[in-house]
């Protein structure tokens, strides 16, 4: 089926088509396009109107452009506006508009992409389900997804984000959405805000874009709770708060194992169990937000609880694997890749979790560590070096063995560290990544986490190369 015609394409957004066209998908980037895309020709980094002529030759449908690119003919297939991203903003719009898709939005300081795959992946046992498959969650990357929903689709789940102040609700008011969920309030992106209050008033903005007579969906036992409470109120929405002081959907318990993680609620009169595999307990209240948003949406509560049960954590974003270093001896040690974000509400849970899992004992008696490889936490303001000593105090060191530092906002954390516990310090990723056989020995338990752009991910990569299994 075809996502947009070249005349509904148009009538959207007020441009002029230079052909007939029908596109399949929408893309921003020749590197990742498909045959039969509309490629918008965004200016970011850099122009997309010079890869206007790339996208065409690579298959795309059409071109949404604001002028005819240099080497484009000018009988190409192209839809010309004045501004591509108020075109992309109108195409959103009306790819909203004539969705029958029932709609949950998703913002909150921590959790927000993964929360959205737990949506995702319970959803699709109800029905067509759309969501981006990239944290689509900014002033292009709404429209997108919006503008990809298929008419047709029975759910679809937007993520918001922002990093700045009145970001949020310009993107809620464009998605309408039937179901607004807060995951969390944390420090996070504090470099533009005064206050963690400030970002509470900025998360809970989204619930001003929804649609009438629908459901605001945020924890109850926060200290910036009243905030989001006073403002579902505001936009007159049906108020679902879930958590441990909740009345409707209430947290009973969370046990940690080795294997999952299993959550335990009771919603009405329904007692629930979810078992997510490989996953901290910082997951579970986004799990709990999950069946709130099942129950807003009058779905089988059983169902979802067994739907949740089939997620598991994402490369990047707390995924656990064995890395074989030997598969004769059977020696191995437990990767946890939490790298593609970090703040301090995230760092703890990550922490907790690492201090969780046990280590494993060789043949030669030897117990494993359990070692932390941490990157700077960007964003956090005047206050970035307090936050980064304070990770020093979390309880959870108490059974961390070993701390490496990556970055130079990290050497505070370092420099505060005790001796024993204190491991190498590097301004920059690759410094550990080349030496990643050294940091790890059979039965360690190694938790990678840090900000995108601290780029410790290549510390992932380096250990994954050491896996004997997928050789």
């Not at 109108?90 to 969705?99: M, S």
């Not at 944390?186 to 209050?197: N, Q, T």
């Not at 494993?368 to 980064?388: K, S, T, V």
Request: charged share 20%; with cysteine; aromatic share 4%.
């Amino acid at each position: 089926m075809s996502l947009w015609t070249a005349e509904d394409a148009a009538r959207a957004t007020g441009g002029q088509t230079t052909a007939d066209w029908v596109a399949n998908g929408i893309s921003i980037d020749t590197r990742s396009l498909q045959p039969g895309d509309l490629f918008i020709a965004l200016k970011a980094a850099r122009d997309g109107h010079d890869f206007v002529a790339q996208a065409l030759e690579k298959g795309a449908a059409a071109a949404l452009v604001s002028h005819l690119p240099e080497g484009v003919a000018e009988d190409a297939p192209l839809l010309i506006v004045p501004d591509v991203m108020d075109a992309l903003t109108a195409l959103g719009a009306a790819g909203r508009a004539r969705a029958k898709a029932r709609i949950v939005a998703v913002t909150g300081s921590v959790g927000k992409t993964s929360t959205k795959e737990m949506l995702r992946e319970m959803l699709s046992d109800f029905g067509r389900t759309h969501a981006a498959e990239a944290s689509f969650n900014n002033h292009w990357g709404v429209p997108i997804t919006l503008a990809r929903l298929e008419p047709d689709a029975d759910f679809a789940v937007v993520e918001i984000g922002m990093n700045h102040p009145g970001e949020i609700e310009p993107l809620a008011r464009l998605t309408r959405p039937h179901v607004a969920m807060i995951t969390t309030i944390a420090p996070a992106h504090l470099e533009a805000f005064e206050s963690i209050e400030g970002i509470a008033h900025e998360k809970a903005s989204i619930f001003n874009g929804l649609e009438p007579k629908s459901h605001a969906v945020y924890p109850p036992d926060l200290p910036t709770s009243p905030i989001l409470e006073a403002a579902a109120k505001a936009a007159h929405a049906i108020c679902l708060p879930f958590g441990s002081g909740a009345d409707h959907v209430q947290l009973h318990d969370m046990t940690q194992t080795e294997a999952a993680l299993v959550l335990r609620a009771q919603i009405g009169q329904l007692r629930l169990a979810v078992r997510l595999s490989d996953a901290g307990a910082h997951f579970g209240m986004n799990a709990l937000g999950c069946l709130a948003v099942a129950d807003a949406l009058g779905l089988d509560l059983v169902r979802a609880a067994l739907a949740l049960g089939r997620w598991k954590p994402p490369a990047g974003r707390g995924l656990r694997q064995k890395i074989v270093l030997d598969a004769v001896e059977e020696l191995h040690f437990t990767l946890i890749d939490d790298a593609f974000n970090a703040n301090p509400a995230s760092l703890r849970a990550a922490l907790d979790m690492l201090a969780r899992l046990s280590p494993g004992q060789t043949q030669a008696e030897r117990r494993g560590r359990r070692i932390a490889i941490l990157g700077d936490m960007l964003e956090l303001g005047p206050d970035e070096r307090a936050l980064h000593e304070a990770v020093a105090d979390d309880p959870a060191m108490q059974a961390v063995d070993l701390v490496h530092c990556v970055g130079p906002r990290m050497a505070a954390l370092h420099a505060k560290l005790p001796q024993r516990k204190r491991g190498r310090h590097v301004l920059v990723a690759d410094d550990l990544a080349s030496i990643a056989h050294n940091l790890v020995a059979p039965g360690d338990v190694v938790l990678v986490k840090g900000s995108k752009s601290s780029f410790v991910s290549r510390i992932v990569d380096g250990l994954r190369n050491l896996d004997m299994a997928s050789r």
